[in-house]
């Protein structure tokens, strides 16, 4: 064999180690990008379930409230009133899994735009006022979250940490 022929098996073998090397690089990219788009999806798919249950927990304890809860003359029981701090409670939870447990924005904007309206509705309605002013008084840590929870409590009620004395009524 001449020089000649070497030198044409070596540019023919790097020719098919080039095809073989894109043709690969091309095959673990579109793996990549498939495996990419699941985990997106599961992500979105995440986001969801744990919103919808949350919501599944708010509306079983909104099944527990009186129907006139939102009238400041009425008078709850103790049970219900047991109620209303769970409520908190499961506000908190919607704090820590979003702002806490995640740098997910998406869950952020799930407290962000969405769980902080429902609190600053309640904190509107005397009975959520009294019982988030009664935790926030209490000796409750909240997981040790306590300084930052309480801070969006009161972002949601004008800067303002709920105390029994500061109560004021939704406006119509």
Known sequence: MEQNDYNLYSILIGIIILLVTTWYAYLTRSIMKASNNTYELSRKSTITEIHSRFQTSMRELQLKFPHNINDNSTILKDSEK??????WYLVFDEFLTCKKLSN???????????????????????????????LLSSNSTFLGEREDFEKEIAKANGGIIPTLDNFKPKIL
Do not use: C, M
Not at 82 to 87: G, K, N, W
């Open 82 to 87: 047991r109620s209303v701090q769970l409520y």
């Open 104 to 134: 997910d924005p998406e869950l952020n904007e799930l407290w962000d735009k969405y769980y902080i309206k429902g609190v600053t509705s309640a904190l509107r309605l005397q009975h959520f006022h009294h019982e988030i002013a009664l």
